[in-house]
């Protein structure tokens, strides 16, 4: 484990987000990276908990809003309140980004830092924390950009995509025994249409593009400089002012002028220097219900539960219900559905449809439903 007192390794967990596609569930007061989807802890409890197996709990951020500042106080009571970056809006991930590199860097100006969203299934940690050091070593040496990618075993198009160009050898230590692949990056693609994700899945180059990277310091401020530099003299800005009675203003002041866009489109695809990592460890973007309900139908049947006796089908095949006020609920005539029931709201979506809730989640909003959401 690379955890020894005095490295150089970070964390920074992204956890501003809303959620809107697992609405009425995920809502703006309780978003669903502080939402307990399978009575095993949150998902941001377990992302803590899972990467304080390899960084120092001293160094482990957590990027949030406002509330999520209060969420996070109240759900996990040990983290440290001082690792805590606050945005004063959503501003998407390279905003993001920067601000945490700038308060990481005022720190420690060699960091390594491994970037990662509060709100993904993690099923194998060992071989997640694994392919984690192995991009440290890889980072760390190259002082490069390290992604990680996911062997995609379907034509997803909710998902964005890495192609891989030429296999690597993996650094000393990683390769026996290993299903460890290193690889150059040729290209990122954002999430195509049914026709070219089928393009990818059959070429055997593309990868779902997990969200997680390594980097070192200098190699992410280096693209910052080159790829966007407003941002980056914004990132200089704030890193001047941490720690002074200015940093509360300049932050606010570069959030109200700063556009949003995300790493990927603003960093990544312009990069110089990017490797990506490829291996199995048993994750799921947890996107829509779709993948929230087949996550815990598979560990239902693994673990021998018994279907719900709450749920009452007629006629009715391949029925979901996420059912937390425990309420009968019955089917008649229907197929393939997936209900999901809060206080106040009630979704009922064809599988496979899903993704659309964000659009449900828009019209409330433009309806002036905002105590809905």
């Not at 996107?287 to 815990?296: I, Q, S, T």
């Amino acid at each position: 484990m690379i955890n020894d007192p005095g490295n150089h390794v970070y964390a920074v967990i992204m956890a501003g987000g809303f959620g809107k596609k697992l609405w009425p569930v995920s809502k703006r007061k309780m978003p669903k990276q502080f939402i307990d989807l399978f009575d095993d802890g949150t998902m941001i409890a377990q992302t803590v908990h899972r990467i304080s197996g390899l960084v120092n709990e001293d160094n482990i951020f957590i990027i949030t809003s406002e509330l999520g500042r209060k969420l996070i106080s109240e759900s996990l009571i040990s983290f440290r309140s001082d690792n805590i970056i606050v945005e004063p809006s959503s501003r998407n991930t390279a905003p993001c980004i920067a601000l945490a590199t700038a308060h990481i860097k005022k720190r420690d100006p060699n960091a390594v830092i491994i970037v990662l969203p509060s709100d993904h299934l993690v099923l194998d940690n060992h071989s997640f924390l694994r392919i984690l050091e192995a991009g440290i070593t890889v980072a760390t040496e190259n002082k490069a950009i390290v992604t990680v990618g996911i062997k995609p075993d379907r034509p997803e198009t909710a998902y964005g995509y890495i192609q891989a160009d030429g296999e690597l050898s993996l650094p000393p230590g990683f390769s026996e025994g290993s299903d460890l692949r290193l690889f150059k990056v040729r290209a990122f693609a954002e999430k195509p249409d049914v026709t070219t994700a089928e393009e990818f899945l059959e070429s055997h180059d593309f990868y779902w593009n997990s969200g997680v990277f390594i980097w070192h310091i200098d190699a992410i401020s280096r693209e910052f400089e080159r790829s966007m530099p407003d941002l980056y003299k914004d990132l200089l800005n704030i890193y001047e002012s941490l720690g002074t009675e200015r940093e509360q203003k300049v932050i606010e002041d570069v959030y109200s002028w700063i556009h949003p866009l995300s790493i990927d489109y603003g960093i990544m695809e312009k990069a110089e220097k990017v490797f990506m990592l490829a291996g199995e460890f048993g994750w799921t973007d947890l996107g829509c219900w779709d993948e929230v309900l087949k996550v815990a139908e598979s560990r239902s049947a693994s673990a021998a539960i018994k279907p719900d006796s709450r749920l009452v089908r007629i006629n009715s095949k391949n029925v979901s219900v996420k059912n937390p006020l425990g309420k009968v609920v019955c089917t008649i005539g229907i197929d393939d559905v997936i209900i999901v029931e809060t206080q106040d709201a009630l979704l009922i979506c064809r599988k496979g449809e899903s993704h659309r809730v964000r659009e449900v989640v828009d019209i409330l909003r433009r309806e002036g439903l905002e105590e809905y959401l």
